[in-house]
């Protein structure tokens, strides 16, 4: 089973991810827990140029293309064998992440994005993405106060991260049987204990079928 988190800056994802993978392999899962952009050599050098602050002048077009070539490495080398062998695929951002970040935030042609990422994925969807959602500016608020490494994303104007939330919501309202929305916006073991349910009820109706 492929699950894939998603959400805008400062919803906690990244600490979400580990709880939810330390519980399931508690319950006798095989978990593979993976990132984007980056989870393998390759990717995490391309994750380097993409973050690197220095790279302001970075075109859209220039910066999607590098998106999908991370996440092409991934689902070649990580994910695909893993879901082959029968684990459970954990991963913090995927390929909504492109539609919310570059096609509602930056403004990139929808259908365009959508036929990159078939190629970039060969058609790999997940099976359940889980939408840690919260307000922009809380979220923001939220990295800074933590001392989160601010990457070349965060210097982007909150109307921006509006954009990307708004461009979530709308995707998952557009499949609500792939997208559970989670709001983040509380102490993060309540947060956990709805993951960890619905992923459970997943799993289970999975294992029924
Ligand atoms: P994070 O690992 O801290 O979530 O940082 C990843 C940043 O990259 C975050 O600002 C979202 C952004 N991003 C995109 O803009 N498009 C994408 O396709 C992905 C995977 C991430």
């Known amino acids: ?9 400062g919803a906690g994802k990244t600490t979400q991810l580990r709880g939810l993978a330390e519980f399931l392999r508690g319950r006798g899962f095989h978990v593979v827990t993976t990132r984007e952009p980056g989870g393998t050599a390759i990717g995490d050098q391309i994750r380097h140029v993409l973050h690197d602050t220095d790279n302001a002048a970075m075109s859209p077009t220039a910066e999607v293309l590098l998106y ?12 695909r064998p893993a879901l082959a062998a029968g684990h459970v695929v954990l991963c913090d951002r995927y390929a909504d992440s492109t539609m919310a970040y570059q096609g509602y935030g930056r403004g990139l042609d929808r259908g ?26 809380r979220g ?23 954009r990307v939330r708004e461009g979530y919501l709308a995707l998952a309202a557009a499949e609500p049987a792939r997208w559970l929305r989670i709001d983040a916006d509380r102490p993060g073991d309540e947060v956990q204990s709805d993951l960890r349910r619905a992923v459970l009820a997943r799993l289970e109706t999975i294992n029924a079928e």
Request: avoid cysteine; charged fraction near 30%; glycine fraction near 6%.
């Open 140 to 162: 923001l608020a939220r990295r800074r106060d933590m001392g989160e490494e601010m990457n070349r994303l965060d210097l982007e104007t909150v109307e921006f991260h509006r």
């Open 68 to 79: 999908a070539a991370s996440r092409a490495q991934l689902v070649a080398e990580v994910i």
């Open 112 to 137: 365009n994005l959508a036929a990159l990422t078939a190629i970039a994925t060969g058609g790999l969807r997940p099976d359940l993405t889980l939408l840690l959602d919260l307000d922009v500016e």
């Open 1 to 9: 089973m492929f699950i894939t988190l998603e959400g805008p800056e």
